[in-house]
């Protein structure tokens, strides 16, 4: 999945807004049902890799109430006009049988380093996973 920022502005440079959305993404995964294999903020978008943990997991349903309560939060403490945190949407990609997590994963944690703004992924600190320790995870 991939989040956009609302204008793609870069509101994930702030530390305390990321904590925020991390905080309100484990809640909201427990409730719905997945696990978060992986996240990595950027500055102006939001990774995730997820696992529904039934059939019954509804991603459309889990982004919908995620995205109205960091959003719901963002506006009730943001200066900015319009206030607005996300841009409609997003971006889903399903994994086939033949992709391995692990390599996605990779190519996830490694966009902090695509973009020169860390020589190695463990530098960056706005990615993890909610599921395992990152040392846990073999590249």
């Known amino acids: 999945m991939t989040i956009c920022t609302d204008a793609k502005r870069q509101l994930f440079r702030d530390e305390t807004l990321v904590k925020e959305v991390l905080d309100a993404l484990a809640e909201e995964s427990v409730k719905s049902g997945f ?24 991603v459309q349903a889990f982004m919908k109430t995620f995205k109205q309560k960091t959003g719901f939060a963002y506006r009730r403490k943001s200066s900015a006009p319009a206030g607005k945190l996300w841009q409609s949407g997003y971006y889903d990609h399903v994994l086939r049988r033949d992709e391995n997590l692990q390599s996605v994963l990779q190519y996830v944690f490694n966009n902090p380093v695509r973009k020169q703004m860390v020589s190695h992924f463990m530098d960056y600190p ?3 996973s909610l599921a395992v320790e990152l040392g846990a995870i073999e590249f």
Do not use: K, R
Not at 42 to 52: Q, R, V, Y
């Open 35 to 58: 696990i978060v294999w992986g996240y990595c903020f950027m500055p102006d978008h939001l990774h995730l890799i997820l696992e529904g943990q039934s059939m019954s997991a509804d």
């Open 126 to 128: 706005y990615l993890g």
